[in-house]
DNA sequence: GTGGTATGGGCAAACGGTTGCGCAAATTTT
DNA sequence: AAAATTTGCGCAACCGTTTGCCCATACCAC
């Protein structure tokens, strides 16, 4: 036989309706014990598959979970979509995979494709740029709820799982003034990016607790790019006070900070102390690691944000609600 | 309107039968230029998008391509997922994810899910223990071509994409011996792997060119867990003549070597040298990078195992040829 | 014997498209 | 002007499965 067996098959050989043996297999108590029997034997004896496609379309349901996020090579994301694949596999669902690159443009075109490839919902990390949120939009529509996780919109009417920056930032700052820093710089995100913003709180709150008035000019916002990272460096080192810990946005960005330090002829640890947030398992290679790093928590981000996202798919979720779910960050001390 | 609009919906506004919408809508000759307009022009109004998963039904095609590979946060392999997707995305094709964690059974049930949803074709790269391809053959009787990558089967009758390490295994001992070295380690991977047998080859014809002879028990077969390494390293560092350089299996095993060592009290790059296989972009944060990489070309890797696929699938590709791309590695100096 | 209720299974529609074939009208050919 | 061909479109089957509803037969109580 060269196509795979179907179900009419089965039903033609044994002299039922297709309707019986579909029920028959899915032990349905209206069928027979005998011809259940007879049915699943044979069933296994043709080593019958059912055809999922036709099931996709009869039922309107594709049990596939797209992700939309920026970049698969950076670990955190990588750590993420572990998460969310281990949790997606527990219920039988695959996972669609499509990269931004942090172009908002792709973004949308993976949108539009996961939409078309109909997926039973969509994780989504938003490209670092993104500011404008239709093509998410266009998704309700289509009736596919969306979870962002990590990077999200700063809207309420959404489902999200983030992590809250301020408390680890404000541990992370402290931990640097307690050590006697007082002049600290922060190369942070966009400030597009709530991150970038929550980032900037802590900071301050830290400094407010250690009665030290916030200094703007100390807290430079960077595209992330290596050279927009080598500007921030430029700029914190030309500051009237002198420097002596910096805060990065990343083990990306501490990465290039430390170098273009180097090559200033600073030495880390002695005339300048980094602190950063973790990409791991980067910072446990790294040359001149942070000191500290504020945890994110990837691969439960993902796990939680899958969860919801199942929650949302069989229905035990009320659909108004919006489901926000807020881990805090935690500062790891080397 | 709650759901989607159908083609049905425009033939029934437009007085027309299905077949014709259909056929207008994808420019059939057959259909006159005036219906064919308004057609087109209801069907934008409409915002009608054709119900993608009725297609895959229909014409026993998803668009699909499945990857299964070891560890997604494994540079290497993001990296190649990148250059998979890129290319796929090119021909509208979407990419279904699975990690197999280095487990074969993980990896076989994963097989399995990609086959119920039928995937168009799936790349592999393999688990490190996988020494049974029932679960791969098994596709082939669904028509499910293929394509590995470099982690591949040592069988002949298989599509696939590697990187021949013997060359950069060769370069990389033979830099190490201009260097002066004459003990040198070599941290291998398992023995199942064509890859360790390929930097066996290529480290013994090092030796040969330079008239040495080739000690087996500088050849360590480790299964490349951190503890592993260590045995090997343990091992190397006994050896009766005193190893002066290192050729780890890769990026990671040379982070835990270079790790022993520094335990044991060796100066790196004074008393042991390390060059290693590269799994990028990792060795640039290494505190200790190895002086020299074999480069493995990962996005290209993806890139071309997809191509290939995607011939395959289009049938431009004879059945019964088996297609086998071998890239070259290369050393890459620091 | 009549009516009622399980019990076991079949019929057919529906999901949303695609496509081979047929059929009329319009156009060209001879 | 009849025949042949082209043009334009509709009919209906089909892809594999699920499911609402109907229909026998059997069994029960009265």
New binding site residues.
């Given amino acids: 036989m060269a196509?795979p067996p179907?179900?009419?098959e089965i039903a033609k050989r044994l002299?039922?309706?297709?309707?019986?043996v579909?029920?028959a297999?899915?032990n349905h108590p209206?069928?027979?014990l005998?011809?259940r029997m007879q049915v699943q034997a044979l069933a296994r004896e043709l080593q019958y598959e059912?055809?999922r496609t036709?099931?996709f379309?009869?039922?309107k349901k594709t049990f596939t979970l797209g992700i939309i996020l920026p970049e698969l090579s950076e670990a955190f994301f990588s750590a993420a979509i572990s998460g969310i694949e281990d949790t997606a596999n527990k219920s039988d669902y695959m996972v669609l995979l499509g990269q931004s690159h942090d172009d908002t443009e792709r973004e949308k075109k993976i949108a539009h494709i996961m939409k078309d490839h109909r997926v039973d919902g969509l994780l989504v990390s938003l490209a670092k740029n993104t500011v404008d949120y239709s093509h998410f939009e266009m998704l309700q529509k289509y009736n596919i709820p969306v979870v962002f996780f990590d990077r999200i919109p700063d809207l309420t009417d959404i489902h999200y799982v983030a992590c809250n920056m301020e408390s680890g930032t404000l541990q992370a700052v402290s931990l640097l003034l307690e050590k006697g820093h007082r002049v600290i710089g922060m190369i942070n995100g966009p400030e597009e990016l709530i991150a970038s913003r929550q980032r900037t709180t802590g900071y301050q709150q830290a400094l407010r607790k250690h009665r030290l008035k916030y200094d703007a000019t100390l807290n430079i916002n960077s595209d992330l790019t290596g050279k927009g990272t080598r500007e921030a460096m430029k700029q914190l080192l030309s500051n009237k006070r002198k420097v002596t810990a910096i805060v990065a946005f990343n083990d990306y960005v501490s990465q290039d900070a430390v170098q273009y330090a180097l090559e200033q002829g600073l030495q880390i640890g002695k005339d300048i102390t980094f602190v950063s947030y973790a990409n791991l398992p980067l910072s446990s290679y790294m040359a001149f690691p942070p000191i500290a790093s504020v945890e994110q928590y990837p691969y439960l981000q993902g796990q939680k944000a899958t969860e919801i996202l199942l929650e949302l798919l069989t229905g035990k979720q009320a659909k108004n609600e919006f489901r926000h779910v807020v881990l805090d960050s935690r500062l790891v001390i080397r």
């Fill in positions: 196509n179907t179900i009419k002299n039922l309706a297709t309707s019986t579909s029920r297999l899915h209206r069928i027979g005998r011809t059912p055809n036709a099931i379309f009869q039922q």
